[in-house]
């Protein structure tokens, strides 16, 4: 188990712009307000998603078809450093029409109407690196920023 302790930033509410992707829109106010480690919430509506499935046999994401828009009824995120640079990873809970649910880590999520909440913590973040037995880039203890 990894841990570091935070303390609590800023909170940024922001209404996001139509026709883009939520998940680069939440990287790009990271980056344009210095936010290195965070959490963030989301709701609201899409007109594209993807979501994907982590297949931890073969370790590679599968992806979950989403058919026409939906509506966003809960996107969880946080913010940690990859590369050097903001990364946000989110999962979703998306409705169709029907009310039906469909849920998963978010790829792709065109916004027809969103808003978030962005939680800055304060303190020493954490970078994403490699990690073999999962083959998913996770948290480490950062000591170069
Ligand atoms: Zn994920």
Not at 15 to 31: N, P, T
Not at 89 to 107: E, F, N, T
Request: charged fraction near 25%; include cysteine; hydrophobic fraction near 40%.
């Amino acid at each position: 188990m990894l841990t570091n302790n935070f303390g609590q930033g800023r909170c940024l509410l922001t209404r996001l712009d139509h026709g883009a992707d939520i998940l680069h829109q939440a990287g790009r106010l990271a980056k344009e307000e210095g936010i290195k480690t965070g959490i963030l919430t989301a709701i609201g509506a899409l007109s594209l998603a993807e979501l994907a499935y982590y297949d931890q046999r073969s370790m590679e994401y599968r992806k979950i078809p989403v058919e026409g828009p939906v509506e966003l009824l809960s996107c969880l995120e946080n913010i940690s450093i990859r590369d050097g640079q903001p990364f946000v990873h989110a999962h979703a809970v998306l409705a169709d029409s029907k009310g039906r649910v469909l849920g998963g880590h978010l790829i792709t999520g065109i916004v027809f109407a969103a808003e978030l909440c962005m939680q800055e913590f304060l303190g020493e973040p954490f970078k994403r690196e490699y990690d073999s037995v999962t083959g998913l880039h996770l948290w480490e203890k950062n000591d170069n920023l």
